[in-house]
C-alpha cells in the first residue's frame, strides 16, 4: 500500500460543531497533512463564509465533506474509531494517548475499511452515546491547569500523528482481517437489545448500561465480519 491509498482511509469526524470558523481551520489543519475527508455530523452552521475564510487554500475538503444526520452514518464502511476527548469519563472504551491511538490506526491501513479519528461539541465534547460507538479513547497529553485544546488545535496534532506514520508504513507486516463494519456491528447490537427484551432478561428502563456494557464488549474485542454472522444465525433461531 502506498501513502496516498493509506490517507484515503482515514475519515476526521465533527460531531455537531457548533462554530463555522473551527470546521475552518480544521480543513486547513487537514490539508496541511495530507488527509482530505472530512465529515460533519449535525454541523450548527455549515457551509459559511466563516468557514471558507479559516479554511484558506483548503475549500476542497469543505465543499467535498460529507454532512449527514448521525454519527452511525457518518461511520459507515469504517472498521475502527477512535474518539477524541479530555474529560473523564465512568465507562469509557480503552484509554490512550494520541500517539499510542494513531500506532493502532496505522494497524488498520492494510484491512478493508475506512477509520475514523471523532470529535466532539466544542462545548461538551462526544456524547457517553458517541464515545460508545468507538474502539479505543485517545486524549492528548497536556497541563494539569489547562488541559482543554481548541477543536482545531486538536484535530491539527492528531493529524501530525497520522502523517507521521509515513515514516514507518511497510516497516512491518500487517494481519489482514475481515473485521465486521460499523454497521454489521451496530445490527447485531440492535438484534441483542430485541432478543433479550423479548426473552425478558433485558427490563424495561434498564437498557441503558446492559447495552453500553455490551457495545464496549463488541468494540473491543475487534468482532470479525464472520463471526457476526454466526450470532446473527444464532439470534434468528431464538424466537
Same mark, same amino acid.
Given at each position: ?16 460543531p457548533s462554530h463555522p470558523g473551527n470546521v475552518g481551520s480544521v480543513a486547513r ?21 466563516? %468557514? =471558507? $475564510?479559516?479554511?484558506?487554500?483548503? /475549500? ?12 452511525? &452514518? ?29 500506532g493502532r490506526v496505522a494497524r488498520e491501513f492494510y484491512g478493508e475499511g475506512d ?7 466544542e462545548r461538551n465534547g462526544l456524547s457517553i452515546e458517541e464515545l460508545g460507538k ?8 497536556? %497541563? =494539569? $491547569?489547562?488541559?482543554?485544546?481548541? /477543536? ?12 507521521? &506514520? ?74
Open positions: 500500500m502506498n501513502w496516498f491509498d493509506a490517507l484515503n482511509k482515514v475519515r476526521i469526524i465533527l460531531c455537531r489543519a487537514m490539508k496541511n497533512m495530507g488527509l482530505k475527508k472530512l465529515y460533519l455530523i449535525q454541523p450548527k452552521d455549515f457551509p459559511s463564509h466563516i %468557514s =471558507d $475564510a479559516n479554511a484558506a487554500g483548503a /475549500l476542497d475538503i469543505l465543499q467535498n465533506a460529507v454532512v449527514t444526520d448521525s454519527l452511525d &452514518l457518518g461511520l459507515e464502511g469504517t472498521v475502527f474509531a477512535v474518539g477524541t476527548s479530555c474529560r473523564r469519563r465512568s465507562l469509557t472504551p480503552e484509554k490512550l494517548t494520541c500517539r499510542d491511538a494513531i477509520v475514523a479519528l471523532v470529535f466532539g461539541n468507538c474502539h479505543v479513547l485517545a486524549t492528548i497529553p497536556s %497541563s =494539569d $491547569a489547562y488541559s482543554s485544546l481548541n /477543536l482545531s488545535h486538536a484535530v491539527q496534532i492528531f493529524c501530525y500523528e497520522i502523517f507521521q &506514520l509515513k515514516n514507518t508504513l511497510g516497516r512491518q507486516p500487517f494481519l489482514e482481517k475481515n473485521f465486521g463494519h460499523h454497521e454489521d456491528v451496530e445490527l447485531c447490537l440492535r438484534k441483542f437489545e430485541n432478543v433479550m427484551k423479548g426473552s425478558g432478561f433485558l427490563k424495561p428502563g434498564a437498557e441503558g448500561k446492559v447495552m453500553e456494557r455490551l457495545q464496549r464488549l463488541f468494540r473491543r474485542t475487534r468482532i470479525e465480519k464472520e463471526e457476526i454472522d454466526i450470532l446473527l444465525g444464532f439470534l434468528k433461531t431464538i424466537r
